[in-house]
C-alpha cells in the first residue's frame, strides 16, 4: 500500500525540494497512517509512504534533522535514512 500526501504550503512555487528517504519499522495502515499524521502537522512537505517496503520519502525544505525528529514522534523505529 502506498500513501502519497502533502502538506500544503501557503503558495506552491516551482522550486523542487530535495527528497530524503527513511526506513520506518511500520507494520500495518495504522502505523503508516501515524507517519502521515506528523507529516502533515509538519506542513510544507510532500510524501510518498511505503507501507510493504516500510520507506518514506519525503520532499521539503526541512532539516533532515527536523524530518527525522518528526517521524520519531510516531514511537516508530527509524533504523535507517538515505538523503538523496
Do not use: W, Y
Not at 507517519?35 to 526541512?62: A, M, P, R, T
Not at 533532515?64 to 538523496?84: I, R
Amino acid at each position: 500500500m502506498k500513501i502519497r500526501g502533502v502538506a500544503a504550503a501557503a503558495t506552491i512555487t516551482s522550486t523542487v525540494m530535495p527528497t530524503h528517504e527513511f526506513s520506518v519499522d511500520m507494520t500495518c495502515e495504522g502505523c503508516s497512517n501515524e507517519v502521515s499524521q506528523v507529516l502533515n502537522k509538519v506542513g510544507e512537505v510532500e510524501f510518498d509512504i511505503d507501507l510493504f517496503n516500510k520507506k518514506v520519502c519525503i520532499n521539503s525544505e526541512h532539516s533532515m534533522d527536523l524530518l527525522l525528529e518528526t517521524v520519531g514522534k510516531t514511537g516508530k523505529a527509524v533504523p535507517f535514512f538515505d538523503p538523496k
